[in-house]
């Protein structure tokens, strides 16, 4: 758009932070509906993205001595997973927070935007928050008032001192360019429905290929498959081995993976295959490195890391690696590795909802049950026992991966597992 500046804005210059509306009370204490109603109209907004943070709707007069706000952002500082710490949302409606802490428009700046343009100022703030790491989990919220040192850009329109403009500057007068907010906004829409509809053809096609390769196989296998039921313990043993030596504070973690980035950092994220960043080889990195691993982490996600990989030490949540005991196991999935996606899916279900912050399943409690064909002693076995020999049933295991169907077979679980 003709016209259009971009300024550097240091964030003191825009924002003042404040929790004047945060609530001491806890959520069992107060009375929280899913959906508004005249009483309860004011949102309740906790450290999470889902629902732009919104866990329900409470009445005011709960909220003690704090005040509600409206049109203004809140920020995490205290999530307990590395997705969440620093996540930057913007509330055009009436919501007081928890474990949030926000921080509002001075009244004088950016009064008048519509509700695109304060996205696109949130998307910013987060690229600033939440994808810098710079503001984790147990931050202390008294280092929040150094954030007037980051800087974001904005685009802007020069006026006359007679329009309704924001800032002056050297005799010169500017506004929020809106129009060209909407119009980035839009292209970055359009462009991320272009990838999605790239990516779903590719993986289709690739899935195809893929199915028809193993059903033919799971065909013939099918009728000699048993199912038996195996403790993790004897599967697995968990490992701490990829751990560096001193914490995320001491390394340059660069977003996207570069031949200076090369190595993969894994944290106790749910997303992207738990991977926040990438590192460059110094240090005891080319010694802790690591690649080929099932890794478990704090709230119980499994993940198959097919490339290299390590993860900082001190507090960025728990991921321990999954080492498969038996050789022969790990050498049947090294040579089709949808079967660790499979173990992957299935014990993310046996962990997740148990797991918690600080709490780790243990292995000789659970139990899951796997497809295996029975051999003789001259095969390459995997288990014995009274005198039968077993081995995974690798075309089946990729073919229930491929088809969605992981979790099917492991209902029947509750036919051999304890109630806890």
Known sequence: MEGVIWKAFQLSELFEFNNKNATKKAQKDMLILQQKSDLHKTALVTAGGRNNGVVGYINSNDLDKAIPSKNSYTITFNSLTIDEAGMCLFHNYEYATQTARTFNFKSYKLRGIDLVAHKFIAN???KVFLKSHFYGYAYKIDKVYKFPREIILLP???????????????????????????ELMQKAKHRKEEK???????????????????????????????????????????STEHYLEKSKKNYDISENMTKEFPIAVCAASKNNNGIVGYIQEIDDVPHKKRKGFLTKGGFGHVFYQSDWFVKPGGSWGMLN???IKEERLKNILDLDISGYYFFAKTLTKVFTGMASWGYSVPLD??????????????DEYIWKENGKFWTLAANTVSYLYLQGQVNIQQRKINTYTYSY
Do not use: C, H, M
């Open 124 to 126: 910013l703030l987060n």
């Open 321 to 323: 690696i999954l080492k």
């Open 156 to 182: 802007l329109l020069e006026v006359s001192n007679n329009d309704e403009y924001i800032w002056e500057d050297n005799g010169k007068f500017w506004t929020l360019a809106v129009d060209y907010i909407k």
């Open 365 to 378: 409690r659970e139990i899951i049950i796997l497809p295996v064909l029975e051999v003789s002693d001259n």
């Open 196 to 238: 999605t509809i790239r990516l779903y053809e590719a993986e289709k096609a690739k899935y195809e290929a893929e199915k028809a390769k193993y059903e033919a196989e799971y065909l013939k296998e099918k009728p000699n498959v048993i199912w038996k039921t195996f403790k993790l313990g004897d599967l697995f043993q968990e």
